[in-house]
T-cell receptor, first 112, second 112 residues
Framework: KQEVTQIPAALSVPEGENLVLNCSFT??????LQWFRQDPGKGLTSLLL?????REQTSGRLNASLDKSSGRSTLYIAASQPGDSATYLC???????????FGKGNQVVVIP | ETGVTQSPTHLIKTRGQQVTLRCSSQ?????VSWYQQALGQGPQFIFQ???????GRGNFPPRFSGLQFPNYSSELNVNALELDDSALYLC???????????FGPGTRLTVL
């Protein structure tokens, strides 16, 4: 069974600092990995999708890397802003189906 | 382009009752997945529908059932509600030939 862990569970950073969020997974036989953002009580917004054959994906201030062999992914958010305050969820997808396995999330607060 | 929509937004039921949650997938998407997210946890996969048939199921009892319609919209039905069923229920759709999942805003179910 795939286990996904996100560290740290919660963090606060001053505005302008770079954010580094970590995700680890136990089974490296994944098809893809997705990072999501979730605001309190809301649904999930897809941020980045990395296919298993890729090493990283970038979108604006966001960059996600994937090291499948070591079971790790990192989400970097450059020059954080108060609007980046949210919970960030990592999810891995296996081959053959879209059954995503999620971590518990990194709860981020960016202090103005 | 309309995203994934879910109804209702909030729902309060009592133990033992039955509930139906609805999801309209995004245009051009043919696969629908349902997830349950308890407070402070990551989403847990319930099941997935493809071509109107169940295509994979997580560790949920048979009282959780679903349907997918010819227009790719979907329903989640839960019978004999228990207090632990209180959660945010999320629907996600996947485009034809794709793997990225796009989530709706969720339905908050409270069981008293």
């Amino acid at each position: 069974k795939q286990e996904v862990t996100q560290i740290p569970a919660a963090l606060s950073v001053p505005e302008g600092e770079n954010l580094v969020l970590n995700c680890s997974f136990t089974d490296s036989a994944i098809y893809n990995l997705q990072w999501f953002r979730q605001d309190p009580g809301k649904g999930l917004t897809s941020l980045l999708l990395i296919q298993s054959s890729q090493r990283e994906q970038t979108s604006g201030r966001l960059n996600a890397s994937l090291d499948k062999s070591s079971g790790r992914s990192t989400l970097y958010i450059a020059a954080s802003q108060p609007g980046d305050s949210a919970t960030y969820l990592c999810a891995v997808g296996p081959y053959g189906n879209n059954r995503l396995a999620f971590g518990k999330g990194n709860q981020v607060v960016v202090i103005p | 382009e309309t995203g994934v929509t879910q109804s209702p937004t909030h729902l309060i039921k009592t133990r033992g009752q039955q509930v139906t949650l609805r999801c309209s997938s995004q245009s051009g998407h043919n696969t629908v997945s349902w997830y349950q997210q308890a407070l402070g946890q990551g989403p847990q996969f319930i099941f997935q529908y493809y071509r109107e048939e169940e295509n994979g199921r997580g560790n949920f009892p048979p009282r959780f059932s679903g349907l997918q319609f010819p227009n790719y919209s979907s329903e989640l039905n839960v019978n004999a509600l228990e207090l632990d069923d209180s959660a945010l229920y999320l629907c996600a759709s996947t485009p034809f030939g794709g793997s990225e999942q796009f989530f709706g805003p969720g339905t908050r179910l409270t069981v008293l």
